[in-house]
């Protein structure tokens, strides 16, 4: 397969700490890919080496199926830690700035603007903006020369619950209707689901997994709660009947806490019902990508 951005044994030392040890990263066209990892696990070194803003003490780095040359590509965005702006500049203005820095025409500016939201600002100068807002202005910058990849370290960092919104569905919609590639990382892991079409995760430098959304979701753990009046005698039926065994079955005051298949949810609910059992709520729970991520951590207490 085919890969817009691929690693090939890419490994940084800083001294005789090992920052980034012989990672493979597969990213196609198209993915959201969400690198997840704790502080210090060489996340922001990897996306730095992605950029030519660090260089590899070892390996490659491949994009657009051809090895970085120690330069930046004009294919590729880039927002790493706080955006870079004229604080005393109207976005558009910081905009055009960063056209005359790069070389393209302004009129690119006012599509752009539409695009990630920003333009109604008219002239207030971006020191004024919310934080979500300086955030969009940096996609804003990162989107000037039309990138096919834009790489993007902690955007939702500090932000609040409109603010990360925000950036997810920008995110969102560049991805479904501009076709471009993003490579994410963050702390916030149930958010990023939200968004991440594959993951990666990484501890110690070390890349121990690469999966899909679907396939996270396959593996996670599934519950089904149900509620009801008399959960003992609920709890001998299901086992009795031999669609569950016992020790998938969990009592927790007058709920039911079953290990299966949601599809089963209906046989359960009708051998219940027809046993004059009340059911009064049925759902269920998923484990999450923060909880299969401190599985891959080892963490889980």
């Known amino acids: 397969m085919d890969y817009i ?8 030392k800083f001294g005789n700490k090992l920052a980034v040890d012989h990672v493979d990263m597969h990213i196609r066209k198209g993915d959201i890919y969400g690198l997840i990892g704790k502080n210090g696990a060489g996340k922001t070194t990897i996306m730095r080496m992605m950029l030519s803003l660090a260089f590899p003490t070892s390996g490659e780095i491949y994009m657009f199926g051809k090895p970085i040359t120690g330069t930046s590509d004009v294919k590729v965005g880039s927002l790493i830690e706080a955006p870079g702006i004229f604080k005393s500049y109207s976005a558009y203005d910081n905009l055009k700035a960063f056209c005359v820095l790069y070389g393209i025409d302004d009129a690119v500016i006012e599509p752009i603007l539409r695009i990630v939201g920003l333009a109604d600002t008219g002239k207030k100068k971006a020191g004024q903006f919310s934080l979500g807002m ?17 790489i993007l370290d902690e955007p939702v960092n500090g932000l609040d619950p409109a603010g990360i919104k925000d950036v997810r569905d920008l995110v969102i919609k560049l991805n479904q209707e501009k076709g471009v590639t993003f490579v994410i990382s963050s702390h916030l892991l149930d958010e990023l689901s939200k968004m991440v079409t594959k993951y990666g995760i990484i501890n110690n430098g ?4 690469e999966l899909d959304a679907a396939e996270l979701e396959r593996r996670g753990s599934h519950q089904i709660v149900i509620t009801v009046s008399d959960p003992l005698k609920s709890a001998n039926l299901l086992s009795g009947s031999g669609m569950i065994p016992p020790q998938n079955i969990c009592i ?23 046993n004059d059992i009340w059911v009064s709520s049925l759902e269920l729970k998923s484990e999450g990508v923060e909880q299969y991520y401190m599985h891959a951590m080892g963490d889980m207490r």
């Not at 951005?5 to 940084?12: A, C, M, N, V």
């Not at 300086?134 to 834009?150: D, F, M, S, V």
């Not at 927790?252 to 027809?274: E, H, P, T």
């Open 252 to 274: 927790a005051g007058n709920q039911l806490l079953i290990n299966a298949n949601f599809q089963d949810s209906a046989r359960f609910n009708k051998l219940l019902v027809d």
């Open 5 to 12: 951005l691929e690693t090939r044994q890419l490994t940084k």
């Open 134 to 150: 300086k955030q969009r202005l940096g996609i804003a910058i990162a989107l000037l020369a039309e990138p096919e990849i834009i």
């Open 206 to 209: 070390c890349l121990l997994e």
